[in-house]
């Protein structure tokens, strides 16, 4: 078992979130599980999606792979280091980011002496912090900007300084949190290829990456880990879990008013339907045999379609019928 | 044995004496850190490094107003000097010194969690204790830079009868009372990391502590409820040792400070230790590292 | 001047306020332990709480009575000077500056307000100051002054107020608030008369010292609780109080008129809620 540079087994963990006023006594306290007992085996040189929505649980187990937070229960180990005994040593192992990492750098001085900073203290000498930070700003275009205070930076290149900071100790395993929330799209991309292209295949490093864009992870994962509640669903390849519901085609219709629950579930050849708001999913083995019942009905019901479309399950469609919900204030992007 | 599975350039190093050598680096960097980044506010820093001064020139005409002139008969009976602007400036500079080393180391965390960078330094395997051990030396650094200012100006404008010599003696007890003021950071450090509103706390805490510290009166004239908290105060030895230093050298009354003040090392740091080891495994427990 | 928009700060404020009451006994006690080195000082310099000395230059030997009005009543210096500009940095800060600012109301209303409520706040820890300073330490005042001193306090308060918007306004712009109040108030500790009498300082520093609301109300309340006290220059105390009405005056027209300045170049430069 040793040989997965990630290795977590049977990880718990709860919050106790208090409600209400410090001073008085009705202090509510509710219990929130937001791991419990996962289990993930990442493989050397591998990226691995873990993939669930906001609250999943996704930052907490990160957040525990960086010791920034101690399980209950459980074994996790980076590099064969265990997190909470060996702290330092998994420390000395891994690169990382977590959250959004604006102001993960210091603002006052510029970004190259925050690189090098960083550098130093992952114990590379004074001249080896110096290469790898020019390397680094150049890889992220920002040698132009080597001099200038991070304060006057945009968020982008906050971002981007941040993402740096990670990568300047050359560890073998990387873990990002959300890598490209927040991103401008054409530099998210840019930021997706370099995480596949050079990470992965050039610098043969273990990755691992939360995301709660299906389309990230589909992208650029090996392997997913399907996240909810604190618990893991289903992992495979991305190919493995369309394949679940390879047979299926999609139906999504568009309409200009809410939908009402439940309208649709006499025509038969359904096999699933997810109803949000003005937009609706319906599952089936084959399109082309209820397509007319299905238009009827929404004729029948007066409502107007905007547009209607026949798709291939994405992992999205993998995840709602996994998890019975689709992923919660996700965003379209290119 | 354990296997690394991937060669890395950052490696934690594996042997003891490495490890030191590679902590003293952090603690170096987080210093040098603190110093750009204190720079970086002109307007700051021209005050830290001049505040002793400013704060020392009202206590001075507030003496000189008492006795009428610079010698005082009653404090030569207390003291190892009648010169009350030359008790007063070593006092409160000494004390400058000392509550500026365990100010700093106390505030590095707490700083870090307001700017937002202390789980980048987290992240690092550099040892929670450099963190503020590099703040600490930052403290020292800066405060020692105020001091020249400090007993340099009261030397331009008052006049200061002092024996170089006596320096000596005066940095030794400086750096013996530092570790216990380390120790000190330590315990206010874990304090605020795991409750926020402890720092009010901690500010009464430094008022006592300063009313208590003997810099501009002798320890001799404090009232007896008052000698066993004074006694415990790593800032009240400190300031007495330095002092003494200054207008005794190698006393034998030093000795006897320095011996107290060892004795507090010991006492202080390990309490320090385990105080932040515990909150600071309390708040990674409960996941609130680097709210505020 | 709208004076609903003055209640509705000050009530803003005062509810901020009652939620902080830790603080309150916390600054209650802080200035006795500033006070206290002062008293060890004395007992160490000349052995005990009198002093010829100090009656040489101030007029009254019981110094510990002296310094205890000073440093008590320092307390409307500091909330004077902080109060008003801080109050804008933690607008600022808290990210709330830029919705107050484009709420129809006038800014020197904030401000007002904002001084007022402070005001508020600091009368409070006086009291309690000195209440439990009476309880512990002998002090000596013709409690009969005390009553008149409190309008001599409220027209220093005012002018200290004018003083404090001038602040917010270089506040605004240089955004190192904590230092540049610090600067000031350690300053004002060394050049007011808060432990000993402006004769003990030198000829230059003294002329600045009489331009500073709070040296002239200090000598004029010490005056009136002990009456044995000399003022600097040996002027009538109406002399000061007419002085101290001119520097209201002057310090609130300037302290406006600066504020409106630097308020509005902050607008130009874009930086008003920046940080």
Known sequence: MQEFPIYVSKISKKFVKTRGSRFRRSRKKRIVQALDNVDLQVRKGEIFGLLGPNGAGKTTLVKILTTIVIPDSGVAKINGFDVVKESRQARASFGATIGGGERSTYWKMTGQENLIFFGRMYGLSRKKAKDRTVHLLEQMQLTDKAHERVENYSTGMKMKINFARALISDSPVLLFDEPTLGLDPSFARDLRLYIKNVLQKEENKTILLTTHYMAEADQLSDRVSLIDNGKIVDTATPEQLKLQIKDQEVIKIRTTDSLPNRFLEDIPGILEIYNHNDSIRIHTSDSSQIMLSVLEKLKEMNITIKSIDVETPTLEDAFIKLTGRGLADRKEES | ?292 | MELSTIQAIIYKNVIHMSRYKFDLFFWAIMPIMWVTPLIFQGIAFVGGTTSESFAELTGSEDFLSFLVVGTVLFMFVSSAIWGAGNAIRWEQESGTLEVLWITPVSRVDILIGTSISETIWATLNVLIQFTIISLFLQIHFLWLGAIVSIAVMVLTVIGLYGFGVLMAGIIIVFKEPGTLTEMVETGLHFITPVRYSLQALPGWVRVISLTIPFTLGLSVVRKLIMPETVLYPTFEPIIFVVGLIILDVLLWLIGILLFTKMERFTRNKGSLGAF
């Open chain 2, 1 to 292: 044995m354990k296997k690394t599975i991937n060669s890395s350039v950052a490696i934690y190093p594996p042997h003891s004496l490495s490890r030191i050598m590679f902590e003293v680096n952090c603690a170096w960097e987080l210093m040098i850190k603190y110093w750009r980044i204190r720079l970086s506010y002109p307007l700051t820093f021209l005050y830290f490094v001049s505040e002793p001064l400013i704060f020392l020139l009202p206590v001075i005409i507030y003496g000189q107003a008492l006795v009428g002139g610079r010698e005082s008969e009653v404090l030569a009976n207390y003291a190892a000097t009648s010169d009350v602007i030359l008790f007063l400036t070593f006092g409160s500079a000494s004390m400058a010194i000392l509550t500026r080393i365990y100010w700093m180391g106390a505030m590095g965390i707490r700083r870090e969690e307001w700017t937002g960078t202390l789980v980048s330094i987290y992240l690092t395997p550099a040892s929670r204790f450099s963190i503020i051990l590099g703040n600490t030396l930052f403290g020292l650094t800066m405060s020692v830079l105020a001091f020249f200012l400090q007993v340099g100006g009261v030397f331009f404008l008052y006049g200061l009868d002092i024996n170089l010599l006596n320096f000596l003696p005066m940095i030794t007890i400086l750096f013996f009372a530092t570790v216990s003021l380390l120790g000190f950071s330590l315990i206010i450090s874990g304090l605020v990391l795991a409750m926020k509103q402890a720092w009010k706390f901690v500010l009464f805490m430094d008022g006592f502590m300063n009313l208590l510290a003997p810099a501009f009166f002798p320890l001799a004239v404090l009232p007896v409820i008052l000698k066993p908290l004074a006694f415990i105060s790593p800032i009240t030895w400190g300031v007495e040792g330095f002092r003494e230093g200054v207008l005794q050298g190698f006393s034998n009354y030093w000795f006897e400070i320095l011996g107290y003040i060892v004795i507090l090392d010991f006492i202080w740091l390990i309490l320090g230790i385990l105080v932040f080891n515990y909150f600071e495994f309390h708040t990674r427990k409960k996941g609130a590292l680097g709210h505020y």
